[in-house]
């Protein structure tokens, strides 16, 4: 069964830094980009950052400069870097990538979620 599993959420100071893991396990033929979510309080899930399979990023204006998504060197990890830790960055952290198997073929998948909380 495929699945994602993340790790590296918590509890940190303002201006402080936290690392996320996501790694895909199962039997897997394929993995397409992959990418990092967020779901603060009341608020609509928002993508964060995205990986392509080329290596090519892309960050949401709010986070630019301060996270950095990256690719482990199996291609089936994905962390993100988060400096410089806002307030406004508390939220649940969630991978997602598409990906293929051979029981499923193509589809989504959603890790279960990390919880970050940056106090003032």
């Known amino acids: 069964q495929v699945q994602l599993e993340e790790s590296g959420g918590g509890t940190v100071q303002a201006g402080g830094s936290l690392r996320l893991s996501c790694a895909a396990s199962?039997?897997?033929?394929?993995?397409?980009?992959m990418s990092w979510y967020r779901q603060a309080p009341g608020k609509q899930r928002e993508l964060v950052a995205h990986?392509?399979?080329?290596?090519?990023?892309n960050y949401a204006d709010s986070v630019k400069g301060r996270f950095t998504i990256s690719r482990g060197d199996a291609k089936n990890t994905v962390y993100l870097q988060m400096n410089s830790l806002k307030p406004d960055d508390t939220a649940v952290y969630y991978c997602?990538?598409?990906?293929?198997?051979?029981?499923?073929?193509?589809?989504?998948?959603w890790g279960q979620g990390t919880q970050v909380t940056v106090s003032s």
């Open positions: 997602y990538a598409q990906l293929s198997s051979p029981s499923t073929g193509w589809r989504t998948y």
């Open positions: 199962g039997s897997i033929l394929s993995i397409n980009p």
């Open positions: 990986i392509a399979s080329s290596g090519a990023t």
